[in-house]
């Protein structure tokens, strides 16, 4: 313990210090430009400081989570990757920029993202876990501070991720052509190309396990320059990300509303581009029979979605059934560049989804989550009491902190 101590002490003091200061959002244009004139040293320098204070945000937030979340041996081991990479970070504190130490760098980030890649798994199996000891003691305030943890330490971690391959991207060793690409964005990204990949890859799986698959019918709508096929400044795997799950949902659902044997007549998933002045929508429609509306917030919570995992074998047999978290870390990515992902449903008919881009890339700021006072408020923040006149006799059977709620009022 002896030796132990002081290094974990310092290790704390350093925490304190880096989570003082509040993450510097970049713009998608800021990204560009820097890109475009890449300096190795000047994102060295950035990163040096600016990864530690990312890390060291969420980081004080984890240390605020409920206990019984906490304590798991899932979060504890989440915890430990963001202790080891802090340190490794802060290791280049002082270096100077040599291209010994530049190489060094480079190593170091590919490390810890391998060492953050089961992060979104493994949180899961945290709340598994504590379902599993705490059951449905588990109350609603918790419920709730665990939606926003989730959220923001994803939030972060997307954040991260970028930074990260920007950096690799733009000076590791695999420093192949990539045609347009800059780091892993695409100035000209293609909307419509990516909506068809996304597609094609579902319509693959969905061939597989329904033997049919609804067609896809593409829509373009530019209200500004009439160019087509619409094109924007965006990272290309986020927008992916987030087709892919929605056409998965879409075509789950239309191909178990309809009838098996007339699968040649499966109404079509509608795909909408539109450009606007101040976003790009890219609007989802199908005709899966909707769910109520009163679910579709569920489809966007940790929790709810939080079954067993799929065994290995199950994963290849059910497989638009997907991790669950699905939704809610797409509507993350969307939200990532100041976008936004929402769902209408039409109970009976289907189910439209609307993705929002911002249209300029000067818009497109990150959007990160800060540590300070009114982040930590929420973690101690109590049964709000209600004061409209819903969820009374419906709740006669209800968990006891609804009970309790009841009676305060
Ligand atoms: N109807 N509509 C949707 C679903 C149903 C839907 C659905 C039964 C529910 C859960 C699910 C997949 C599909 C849709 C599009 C969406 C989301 C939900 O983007 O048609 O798996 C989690």
Same mark, same amino acid.
């Given at each position: 313990?002896? $030796?132990?101590?002081?290094?974990?002490?310092?290790?704390?003091?350093?925490?304190?210090?880096? %989570?003082?200061?509040?993450?510097?959002?970049? %713009?998608?244009? =800021?990204? /560009?430009?820097?890109?475009?004139?890449?300096?190795?040293?000047?994102?060295? /320098?950035?990163?040096?400081?600016? *990864?530690? +204070?990312?890390?060291?945000?969420?980081?004080?937030?984890?240390?605020?989570?409920?206990? +019984?979340?906490? @304590?798991?041996? %899932?979060?504890? =081991? $989440?915890?430990?990757?963001?202790?080891?990479?802090?340190?490794?970070?802060? #290791?280049?504190?002082?270096?100077?920029? @040599?291209?010994?130490?530049?190489?060094?760098?480079?190593? @170091? *980030? +590919?490390?810890?993202?391998?060492?953050?890649?089961?992060?979104?798994? @493994?949180?899961? =199996?945290? +709340? *598994?876990?504590?379902?599993?000891?705490?059951?449905?003691?588990?109350?609603?305030?918790?419920?709730? %501070?665990? #939606?926003?943890?989730?959220?923001?330490?994803?939030?972060?971690?997307?954040?991260?991720r970028m930074l990260i391959n920007q950096h690799t991207m733009l000076f590791g060793q695999l420093n192949e052509d990539k045609g347009r690409h800059i780091g892993c964005l695409d100035p000209t990204c293609d909307i419509s190309a990516v909506v068809r990949d996304a597609y094609e890859n579902s319509r693959f799986l969905c061939d597989q396990y329904y033997l049919c698959s609804p067609e896809l019918k593409v829509t373009e709508h530019n209200e500004i320059d009439n160019l087509l096929p619409i094109n924007t400044c965006y990272v290309p795997s986020h927008l992916y990300h987030i087709l892919f799950e929605l056409f998965k949902n879409s075509m789950r659902a239309v191909v178990e509303h309809h009838d098996h044997d007339k699968s040649d007549q499966l109404p079509p998933v509608r795909v909408l581009i539109s450009r606007g002045h101040e976003d790009i929508c890219i609007k989802m429609s199908d005709e899966g029979g909707g769910i109520p509306r009163s679910s579709v917030d569920h489809l966007f919570k940790y929790m709810y979605s939080t079954a067993p995992q799929p065994s290995k074998s199950d994963y290849y047999t059910v497989p638009l059934a997907g991790y669950g978290y699905g939704l809610p870390i797409s509507r993350l990515y969307a939200r990532y560049l100041h976008g936004d992902l929402i769902l209408l449903s039409t109970e009976g008919f289907g189910t439209d989804a609307v993705i929002y881009l911002k249209a300029l890339s000067d818009e497109a700021n990150e959007l990160l989550p800060i540590f300070n006072k009114t982040s930590s408020k929420f973690y101690k923040a109590t049964i709000p009491t209600g004061d409209w006149s819903n969820q009374v006799l419906r709740h006669i059977n209800a968990p006891r902190v609804l009970r309790r709620r009841m009676q305060k009022q």
């Open positions: 313990m002896r $030796v132990i101590l002081p290094r974990l002490r310092s290790v704390q003091t350093f925490l304190d210090f880096y %989570s003082q200061f509040n993450p510097s959002p970049l %713009s998608i244009k =800021q990204f /560009i430009d820097f890109g475009r004139n890449a300096c190795e040293q000047k994102s060295f /320098i950035f990163l040096r400081k600016e *990864l530690p +204070v990312r890390l060291a945000n969420i980081m004080k937030e984890i240390a605020l989570l409920p206990e +019984v979340l906490l @304590t798991t041996n %899932s979060c504890s =081991q $989440v915890s430990q990757w963001y202790a080891k990479s802090f340190e490794d970070i802060i #290791q280049f504190e002082k270096s100077e920029p @040599t291209p010994k130490i530049l190489q060094n760098f480079c190593n @170091t *980030l +590919v490390m810890i993202r391998n060492r953050h890649s089961d992060v979104v798994q @493994t949180m899961a =199996q945290g +709340v *598994l876990e504590m379902k599993e000891t705490y059951g449905d003691s588990v109350e609603a305030t918790m419920e709730t %501070s665990i #939606q926003y943890f989730l959220d923001r330490l994803y939030m972060s971690r997307i954040s991260i």
